[in-house]
């Protein structure tokens, strides 16, 4: 085993990115530019796929942490105009929007793309950014948000599909629905779930599940692909496994890893708090409340801190773990995603490179 390992960019759609700290870098203004530049970098690098997040309040703070975020599907829409390789995912939080209006919206940016464009199902694990809206009826979410995910997405394959679709719900109601146009093929389907309701929901409708969280060594990361691969299989689907992965790279490990603590020691502890409060309000993430800060800095999702070749080996080593692909995120992508390229892809046996 161990193919051919997809690159991902996780944009720089939010403030702040994935790094909890009052100091620059990280240098993650959510703007047009960084993200556009970003993307066309990695598409003239040969990453395959670009997610951006859907974000709806942020965690305050001196950072600002996430207070600012560019919409997800209009980014995508935009983004598409000035890519022609690049799959391009759009993130729903899918208490925010009827499932017939995403419908028509992803296959206009499939239109826009030419067949690029994917969706990444987001459940809904943060109360406030939903409750600010009278979005968020109770807390009972918590607990059946997948069983809700998937009648979302149930009726999005089905106006992507159908001629027109009559649905009697426990959430949605409709009445001979049409969607036309639509995607020019069956769009791709991506859901960043980790709980138990998330990976039937995966196995059962996803293309691709995120795996892995706080523990991201190439042995952990095989046994959850393997359950999430074995999961599908009793189902007679495929899945593919990403993870996330927070890059922080340089000429030597040592430089890397000082770099790493200066972010851990200029974290923005009122953001984190906030942070690890809205988590907590979630039964899924019980575990947060004792993060360690230096855990938390980096949102819980795992980094490398190594020099290029360092870095360049613990990729190889994910794909020989069995997963599909690697989403990264940079400290400061202005940067970081031109340097990844230059000097970490050539390393990667992993990737075919040009002869
Ligand atoms: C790669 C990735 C992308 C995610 N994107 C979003 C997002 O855009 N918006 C969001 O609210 N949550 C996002 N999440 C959180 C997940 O949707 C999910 O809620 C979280 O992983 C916890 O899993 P659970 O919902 O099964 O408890 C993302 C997580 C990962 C790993």
Redesign the pocket.
Known sequence: MGGHLQLGL?LPSTSGGMIIADATPPQNKPTWQLNKNAVVAAEAGGFEFA?S???WRGFGGPSGHWDSALE?FTLMSALAAVTDRIRLYA?V?VRTIHPAILAKMAATIDEVSGGRFGV?I?????KF?YAQMGLWQDDNYFID?YEYAAEYLTILQRLWSEPSVTFDGKHFQLQDCVSLPKPAQRLSIVC????E??LDFVAREADYA?VG?LNDSPEQLRSVTKALRDRAAGRDRAVGAYS?LTVIADETADIALARKQSYIDRRDDVAIAEFLRASGK?I??ADYAKLDPAVATFMS?PSIASSYAGVAAHLDALAEADLSGV?LSFPDFSTDVPIFIERILPLMKSRSHPM
């Open positions: 996780f997610l997040q859907v974000k997800s993130s939080a990444n987001v459940a809904g694990w943060n950014e948000r960043a779930g980790q709980s309701g998330a995120f969280r996330l979630d899924n993430r999702i989403c």
